[in-house]
């Protein structure tokens, strides 16, 4: 069975593509809900275009391809380069400084989710019949510290038994 996509593109962004990549980046493994709940509540400039066109995106699902929005999942973030001003800026003794107005492209790829598989971080995940404090291979988890953890706190009750 293939997975139906659907795809948002917000374009010429004022802002400089590399500030929303960088928030693009926070939320992208994230459920939709936790990444719309986080965009609505950063103070970044980058969330409003960001959640705008992730919102977007969950309509063109809704819309055209009859998908709820709670079975849908952030593939793709892609933030690209969009056209770029150019200011002068004159400085003393006849010399110039460019300054460069970035503006940013935003594409939001989503897709449906398949049943059972792992969503993102905190979403839907398999259960395992391994006990607690094992890794994948059944060995017991340990520190590397804990040896030392362990002969610390015995070295120290037995001074406060010798005191």
């Known amino acids: 069975m293939t997975k139906k996509q659907t795809i948002a593109t917000a374009k010429y962004i004022r802002q400089s593509p590399r500030k929303i990549r960088a928030l693009a980046n926070l939320v992208k493994d994230y459920s939709l809900k936790e ?6 509540l950063s103070i970044k400039k ?3 275009p960001l959640e705008k ?3 977007s995106a969950i309509a063109n699902a809704e819309h055209n391809l009859g998908i ?7 593939k793709e973030l892609q933030i690209g380069p969009g056209p ?3 200011r002068l800026n004159i400085r ?6 460019i300054i460069r107005k970035r503006s940013a492209h935003i594409r939001v790829i989503l897709e449906e989710i ?5 969503v993102g971080k905190g979403k839907i995940a398999k259960k395992t019949d391994r006990p607690e404090g094992t890794d994948k291979k059944g060995k017991e988890k ?6 030392k953890k362990g002969v610390r706190k015995a070295s120290r009750e037995k001074k406060s038994k010798d005191k």
């Open 92 to 97: 003393a003794r006849g010399k110039r400084d």
């Open 53 to 55: 066109a992730i919102r």
């Open 68 to 74: 709820d929005q709670d079975n849908l999942r952030i």
């Open 142 to 147: 340990t520190s590397k510290n804990d040896d």
């Open 35 to 40: 990444t719309l709940k986080f965009l609505s």
């Open 46 to 48: 980058a969330a409003r």
């Open 84 to 86: 770029t001003t150019r």
């Open 114 to 118: 398949v049943a059972g598989k792992k």
